[in-house]
């Protein structure tokens, strides 16, 4: 089966949320905040494979989502990064935007890779606050 347009609908990760935690030792009454910042979101990766000939993979899996950044933790710990999707493409894709029409890129050569959405940005823990 050779399939050559497919419309895909992409979401990048939304950041972790940062954490209200607060400094407890035995000999320090009054430790402060220590909550660590959450994690930034995953993004969305066209990349060029010139091994691939069709766009049959996207054929029936057409919602693709990129991980979630993780929390912040106590001591000041950050969040580990979402994954990003990476999504590889057969040479001379041409990319769209369907509801504008708006053209985006057009992938011909190899290493050629497009970043079409950024992930979500971290929330702040309340060590940031201090």
């Not at 990064?81 to 040479?91: D, F, K, N, Q, Y």
């Not at 890779?113 to 060590?127: D, I, M, Q, S, T």
Request: charged share 30%; with cysteine; aromatic share 6%.
């Amino acid at each position: 089966m050779f399939i050559d347009e497919v419309t895909v609908t992409v979401k990048s990760g939304a950041g972790g949320n940062g954490c209200m935690s607060f400094r407890r030792e035995k000999f320090i009454p009054h430790g402060g905040p220590d909550g660590g910042d959450g994690g930034d979101g995953g993004g969305i990766i066209l990349r060029f494979d010139a091994n691939l000939a069709t766009l049959v993979d996207y054929r029936y899996k057409s919602r693709i989502e990129a991980g979630r950044g993780g929390h912040g933790k106590g001591k000041d710990l950050t969040g580990a990064r979402g994954e990003a999707a990476i999504l590889r493409v057969p040479p001379g894709t041409v990319v769209r935007d369907d509801e504008t029409g708006e053209f985006l890129a057009d992938l011909v050569g190899p290493d050629e890779e497009l970043v079409l959405l950024k992930g979500g940005r971290g929330g702040r823990g309340n060590a940031r606050f201090a």
